[in-house]
């Protein structure tokens, strides 16, 4: 049994940001992965392979994206180190200082974060796109904003992205790889300039995207910190001495390992934590102290997409920044309704894989693949298409729970959401609605997906909370810290500690109240 001072199970923006500032402090950190550590030449985007992640068996199927589906509500995570910011779509945005009026523990307001909120923007190279690189999207949601008398509403947002203020779209061939500049950032990693290839969620080809590897992470490392991929921890349990063992999978090399650390920081996402501690809770009961609202008061964040069609139009979604602006309507002027409009892209899947074929000669030659580099010279199937996105401030709705297998009924481990789109109804409807009007502005034609017009399903790459911070137990699961109520030692720093939806990308926010709580971690 090997034994360190912390133990971090998880390396998104909880996770990354504590090895960090812990490392740091000169103590030895370890950070446990589940998934791989990738090299740009084995992201989706490049590689066409290893696309998805299985939970039930990571062994043999441990890829970039982990999508769970519940039933009403679908989840997207991402699987590697790095965390989520693997799959994001880059946007850094300070939640609105009202967003922390009701809800939190009262040590947490804005002014609080405020400081770490910077700090996040500086560490993540957080940048605005140039002027000169304005996408269609970007036009078409600034001539929204205009034609409905909302243009204060209009901004382009941050980014954590590397930006060429001489890359343009009029330059021959423009989206050809060759255009990105090659640099060494401030953590000693190489990156390019982005050349708006639209691969943001698939993996940045040139490494122009500011994922966690090259900046908090890489910091972490240059300090001592370890980090160790490909293992997959499945159970806690305090000891006697008052630290804790820690049961985890080498999804490498096929074997069980345990480790002993004085602190343990659980930092595996809103899904990964809320789940590691309900069976550490329910059914290894090694926790049996945990909150009773452990799995409950979670919410999606009010995640929508509305696609929409322009006859006469094009807006070639899969090229540039995933998102690039925004109409905010988080004041709640719309009936009281809190939501934040964007613009969205889509990675182009059909140029990624016949660049990956016109690569390989021996691809190149089957009669499939002669078919398609002939198809894709002149064919964009999306081009036409302006994906409107969104988020929204919607009640905490959903509960975690443990449940049985349909197949071994006996057995109670399979994880389980209950969620409830009537707490979300209000806000997505008045998202989905404001997608539609403003479609009809600028001459497009909307269609509300019918997987909610029918049938209230959604997908959120965004969840939040199931292990809320409160000031006691019986309202949460950890303090305003992070620590976890009865169990000193022991906490959970990430997106499941956030009590209430943010209506808005909250990567950053995840960022700086781990700041916040390294800042107050005992030596």
């Known amino acids: 049994m090997e034994t360190v001072a912390t133990l971090i199970i ?125 996408t269609p999207r970007t036009r078409l949601m600034h001539e929204a904003a205009e034609k409905l008398g909302h243009g204060g509403r209009f901004k382009v947002v941050p980014q954590a992205i590397q930006f060429d203020p001489d890359w343009h779209a009029g330059l021959d061939d423009a989206y050809d790889y060759r255009h990105s500049k090659t640099w060494t950032n401030a953590h000693g990693r190489e990156q390019g300039t982005c ?127 995933t998102i690039t602006s925004a109409i905010d309507y988080l004041d709640g002027s719309d009936n009281g309704a809190r939501y934040l409009v964007e613009d969205g892209g889509l990675p182009d899947l059909l140029g990624n894989l016949l660049e990956h074929t016109a690569r390989h000669p021996r691809l190149a030659r089957t009669r499939l693949a002669t078919a398609m580099l002939e198809y894709g010279e002149d064919s964009n199937p999306f081009l036409r298409m302006m994906p409107w996105f969104g988020q929204a401030v919607d009640d905490p709705g959903g509960r975690f729970r443990l449940g049985r297998r349909w197949y071994a009924p006996w057995k109670k481990d399979r994880l389980r959401l209950k969620w409830d789109y009537r707490k979300a109804q209000k806000a997505v409807q008045a998202l989905a609605d404001r997608h539609l009007a403003l479609t009809e502005a600028t001459g497009g034609r909307g269609m509300t997906p019918a997987t909610w017009k029918w049938f209230k399903n959604l997908v959120t790459p965004h969840p939040l909370g199931g292990c809320g911070m409160a000031d006691d137990p019986k309202q949460g699961v950890v303090d305003h810290t992070g620590a976890v109520f009865h169990y000193p030692g022991l906490y959970v720093v990430d997106g499941a500690m956030v009590p209430r939806a943010l209506g808005l990308n909250p990567s950053k926010t995840i960022a700086a109240l781990a700041e916040y709580a390294a800042t107050r971690m005992p030596g």
């Not at 490498?252 to 343990?264: E, T």
């Not at 329910?282 to 069609?309: E, H, I, M």
């Open 10 to 134: 998880g390396s998104g923006f909880g996770g990354s940001v504590m090895a960090c500032r812990l490392a740091e402090r000169g103590e030895r950190v370890v950070v446990l992965e589940r998934g791989r550590r990738w090299q740009s030449r084995d992201y989706p985007s490049v590689s066409q392979d290893n696309w998805l992640w299985d939970e039930d068996e990571p062994e043999h199927q441990n890829g970039w994206l982990d999508f769970r589906y519940f039933g009403d509500m679908s989840i997207a995570m991402g699987a590697g180190v790095g965390g989520g910011s693997l799959i994001y779509a880059n946007v850094s945005l300070d939640a609105r200082p009202e967003m922390f009026e009701q809800g939190w523990p009262e040590a947490i307001r804005f002014p609080q974060l405020s400081r770490h909120y910077h700090t996040v923007g500086q560490m993540m190279g957080v940048q605005s796109l140039p002027d000169n690189q304005w």
């Open 195 to 321: 050349v708006h290839c639209g691969n943001c969620d698939l993996g940045c080809p040139v490494n122009a995207k500011n994922t966690l590897d090259l900046n908090y992470l890489a910091r972490a490392e240059q300090h001592g910190a370890d980090i160790r991929p490909l293992h997959h921890v499945r159970w806690i349990r305090p000891l006697e001495d008052g630290r804790y063992e820690v049961g985890v999978r080498d999804l490498l090399a096929g074997a069980w390992r345990r480790y002993r650390a004085g602190r343990v920081i659980v930092a595996a996402g809103s899904v990964g934590s809320t789940e590691l501690l309900l069976r550490c809770r329910d059914q290894y009961r090694t926790l049996p102290k945990l909150s009773r609202v452990l799995g409950r008061n979670w919410s999606c964040n009010g995640d929508f997409f509305t696609p929409a069609l322009y006859a006469d139009r094009e807006i070639a979604p899969t090229r540039g920044p």
